[in-house]
């Protein structure tokens, strides 16, 4: 994330007044809005995954280095996934600007900036599609909502297509059922082609690919950080818990995001596993290769998620288990749920998750062979396979913000709710239009607000 960040008093300022300026124009000064984009992606890390024409460029500077032909390059990009992906077509030509979506966006409601309502985000790309490959664009130009594509445009896709978390709040809210996240991924690939990233993207992709984690973390450092997690688990409960890394043969593969052994408050949930597997005697592995769950690919292209997401499933095969367990990872599941089996699915060198302890069968997991923890612990709480004493967490007041990716993309609703009434008996929803499908997003998807996290 760019340096200068606003203040709080800067950020209840917020206008919701339409500029005086044509949408149309695109330009945009960089420097007055720092604080509003992210930083380019670092030539190395561009070049360990291959991405087009690395080089040294900043968004602050006017010259961005771009191919010479860059236009054809981009121009070329949209006709190819016109005709691959009939969703995206469909979303360029069926918006009646109807507006239900305007106001859903987080991104809209935080900055008044009208380009950040959903349907103009779109509008940003659908205009260029419109110009250059409907008849009415191509005859009446701007007077049928047609753009050229200029640099100030392909920089103002830039600055919008890494404001969306391709969160798909606004989605919920479409009559038509037009998925603003999708269009935003077809921006960002876009822009790839031209050797246009985020370093938040950039460096943990080519992290996934060295050492298997976004962060970058060794196999040893793998090791090390799990290991501390069972000492840890050890000092504050008394029991000496294991916790085995690439074992062959296990039954289930267990992969996390590397989130939960680097940072708090995720690490609570790692020694949360820990101890839940040992308590009902889990036959699982992590593996030091497929050390994380998470999948900076959804954010940068198909072909880099496809590349991401294959690890855990070679993996699976490699260490010859039978399904895998998925800690929490919103991307993660969305990618999963989403994506999988036309990517690189159906697994079918495994088996259908059937639950070891209870004995139930995870249906809705056929294909990918990937349970989420929360449908896995509310079925061994279902079936009285844990001890819990609610009043043991009578001093706290709970409530749960539905993850974006989880909630709206797998329907991951009511099993989170469960367990939560399980184990506490004070829990209060939040208001309606913030929870379940209606969600926010937390602000940091879509790697955008990673650094922050942490
Ligand atoms: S709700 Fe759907 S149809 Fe209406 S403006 Fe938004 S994207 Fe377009
Ligand atoms: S997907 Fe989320 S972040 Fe993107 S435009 Fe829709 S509501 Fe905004």
Avoid at 174 to 196: F, H, K, S
Avoid at 344 to 371: H, Q, R, W, Y
Avoid at 436 to 447: I, V
């Amino acid at each position: 994330m760019s340096d200068k960040k606003p203040t709080p008093a800067d950020l209840i300022q917020i206008d919701f007044n339409p500029g005086k300026k044509d949408w149309m124009d695109a330009k945009i000064d960089f420097e007055k809005k720092r604080g509003n984009w992210n930083y380019q992606v670092i030539p190395k890390s561009a070049e360990y995954v291959g991405m087009p024409y690395p080089r040294k460029w900043s968004p602050v500077d006017e010259d961005w280095k771009l191919p010479d032909n860059w236009q054809k390059i981009i121009f070329e990009g949209l006709r190819d996934r016109l005709d691959k992906y009939r969703s995206f077509k469909i979303f360029m030509d069926i918006c009646v600007r109807c507006g239900a979506c305007a106001d859903k966006c987080h991104f809209f409601i935080g900055s008044g900036d009208p380009k950040n309502m959903p349907v103009l985000r779109a509008e940003l790309l659908r205009s260029v599609y419109r110009n250059n490959f409907t008849a009415a664009g191509k005859i009446f130009g701007s007077l049928a909502g047609g753009r050229e594509l200029t640099v100030d445009v392909l920089k103002e896709w830039f600055f919008y297509f890494f404001q969306c978390t391709e969160c798909r709040r606004c989605s919920v809210f479409c009559p038509y059922g037009i998925d603003t996240a999708e269009i935003t991924m077809m921006g960002r690939e876009l822009l790839n082609l031209v050797g246009l990233n985020i370093d938040w993207i950039g460096t943990p992709i080519a992290n996934c690919h060295r050492t298997g984690n976004h962060l970058g973390v060794q196999p040893h450092g793998f090791k090390d950080s799990i290991d501390f997690a069972v000492d840890d688990l050890e000092d504050i409960t008394g029991i000496r818990a294991e916790a085995p890394i690439n074992k062959k043969g296990a039954e289930i593969l267990f992969v996390i995001p590397s989130a939960d052994y680097f940072g708090d408050p995720h690490y609570f949930g790692l020694l949360g596993y820990i101890a839940l597997f040992h308590e009902i005697g889990l036959d699982y592995t992590f593996s030091a290769y497929a050390s994380e769950g998470g999948n900076f690919g959804l954010f940068h292209s198909n072909e880099m998620m496809k590349r991401l997401n294959g690890k855990i499933y070679n993996e699976a095969k490699r260490l010859g288990v039978k399904w895998i367990l998925g800690g929490e990872c919103g991307h993660m599941w969305r990618v999963l749920h989403q994506y999988m089996d036309t990517m690189s699915g159906p697994a079918d060198f495994m088996e259908e998750p059937v639950s070891p302890i209870t004995g139930t069968k995870f249906e809705n997991s056929k294909s990918t062979k990937m349970v989420h923890i929360c449908e896995f612990t509310a079925d061994l709480i279902k079936h009285n396979k844990i001890k819990l004493d609610k009043s043991r967490n009578d001093q706290w007041r709970v409530t749960y913000h539905d993850s974006c990716n989880p909630a709206r993309a797998m329907g991951l609703l009511d099993e989170p709710r469960y367990v939560i009434n399980s184990v506490c008996n004070h829990f209060f929803e939040m208001p309606e239009d913030t929870i379940r499908e209606q969600t926010f997003c937390c602000g940091s998807g879509a790697g955008i607000g990673t650094d922050e996290n942490f």
